[in-house]
């Protein structure tokens, strides 16, 4: 039987847990090119100008690898998930040392009409993150890069539920118990974000 992405990744993840050093290498070369695009995602244009994504995503690896044996294998997705929240705990601690004498840009950057063609790309886009190989991903790059500028330009509450939705694949009522909204509220946001996620992403 063909094992999926997932069933790979629940593998990999137990034999570097076993101090498989093999393991660990194709953990970072399966995950690498997905963490650099969720880190780009969460960014935003002013903290990207001020930090090289490929940096953050060796601090997110290293750090991933150090607590490796802190993880839990649960459900589908949950190590990307984790990488995900490693992610987000980095750069809130970039924000704070690079902005502790400025002005607050955390909100902006903050973790915390159908057009089929436009919709189609994003779709593929957040699948090549979150579910492909790295070469799917580099064979999504423009879109990926389309879809970077797109989420720039949304207001922090969008761009915070499309990540959490689409990426770190979390229910309406998981991104409910964390914002402090009802399920359906959330539903609602993520509609909203979804439509003018596309009408952005036409006109990049």
């Given at each position: 039987m063909r094992l999926t992405v997932n069933d790979k990744t629940r593998h990999l993840v137990a034999l570097a847990q076993d101090g498989d050093e093999s393991a660990l290498n194709r953990l970072c070369n399966v995950y690498g090119a997905r963490v650099l695009w969720i880190i780009r995602l969460?960014?935003?244009?002013?903290?990207?100008?001020?930090?090289?994504?490929?940096?953050v995503v060796q601090d997110v690896l290293m750090s991933a690898l150090k607590d490796l044996g802190d993880f839990k294998y649960k459900t589908q997705g949950d190590f990307l998930r984790w990488l995900s929240r490693i992610?987000?705990?980095?750069?809130?601690?970039?924000?704070?040392?690079?902005?502790?004498?400025?002005?607050?840009?955390?909100k902006e950057v903050r973790f915390?009409?159908?057009r089929p063609t436009a919709e189609h790309s994003i779709v593929a886009a957040l699948d090549a993150i979150v579910t492909t190989t790295p070469s799917a991903i580099m064979s999504k790059r423009e879109d990926l890069?389309?879809?970077?500028?797109?989420?720039?330009?949304?207001?922090?509450?969008?761009?915070?539920?499309?990540?959490?939705?689409?990426?770190?694949?979390?229910?309406?009522?998981?991104?409910?118990?964390?914002?402090?909204?009802?399920?359906e509220a959330v539903r609602k946001l993520v509609a909203r974000a979804l439509e003018e996620l596309i009408d952005i992403f036409e006109n990049v």
């Open positions: 969460r960014m935003g244009r002013e903290l990207r100008s001020k930090l090289e994504s490929i940096d992610a987000e705990n980095r750069l809130r601690g970039y924000l704070q040392r690079l902005h502790a004498n400025k002005r607050d840009i955390r915390d009409g159908y890069a389309k879809l970077a500028k797109a989420i720039d330009a949304l207001k922090s509450d969008y761009r915070q539920v499309i990540v959490l939705t689409k990426i770190e694949g979390l229910s309406y009522k998981e991104i409910g118990d964390r914002l402090g909204k009802s399920s």
